[in-house]
């Protein structure tokens, strides 16, 4: 199962990607990569070593395409390195089982490097590997855009998780990820509203989200305990029963009944 997590910056997504990665990972082996240019979610896993992204692995880049990071255009490298020894090799192990690994993709620098670059080539090759060819449940906290997602790959994501909360602006994103989603492929696009204070905002956000064609997965309501996570760097299944806990398990039994 491959899901990607998606959403206008601040809405929860990172939140959301650490937390079904933990609650996924005691029973089924989980890689959590993070896809997101601010690379929030080792914290929220409550991991704070310094971790160098792969995209800035400079001498790795080199090693697999031929070519250094930030070469003039016109040089020569490899558009398919070999990466298929990289996801054990440089994921970070997390959790007592070992049953969850993380990796961090980093982001390729616009200015220089451009779009077809030997970062940019080794970063979408990796993905494309553990989208298709690993066993593993894998979670993408990925940014508002699906940059790193080609055709090939996105087409076999098994379902896009589109987090919003209550407020034009972010379902004004969420119809612009569903527009960029279907454009390549992904199917099954699925919403989850966060920080919900009422009834009455819930309803708001299902029937724009009805009007906008997207299926709605579930509810996280506005919880102390995520600000608590967030504050103190750890992550949110560490506090016990929350109420914003319970919701995102209740999400992660509808992903396995989805998928089933």
Known sequence: MKIAIT????????????TLSCIFSQTYKVFAIDADPDM??????????QI?????????????????PGSSFGEVFKMN?????????????YGPNDNL?????GTVDKGGD?????ASVLLKALLRHMILKKDEIVILDMEAGIEHLGRKTAESVDMMIVVVEPGLKSLETAQRIKKLAGDIGIKNIQAVVNKVSSEEEEVFVREKLHELGIAFLGSIPRDSTVIKADMEGKPLN?????????????????????EG
């Open 7 to 18: 959403g206008k910056g601040g809405v929860g997504k990172t939140t959301l990607s650490s």
């Open 40 to 49: 929030n979610l080792a914290s929220s896993l409550g991991i704070h070593e």
């Open 52 to 68: 160098t992204p792969i995209a800035k692995m400079r001498d790795l880049i080199k090693d697999r395409t031929g070519a250094e």
């Open 81 to 93: 390195p070999t990466i298929s020894d990289l996801p054990e090799t440089l994921a970070i192990n």
């Open 101 to 105: 690994k993380l990796l961090v993709m």
């Open 114 to 118: 451009g779009c077809v670059c030997p």
């Open 238 to 258: 560490s506090y016990g029963t929350s109420a914003s806990l319970q919701s995102i398990e209740k999400i992660a039994e509808r992903i396995l009944n989805l």
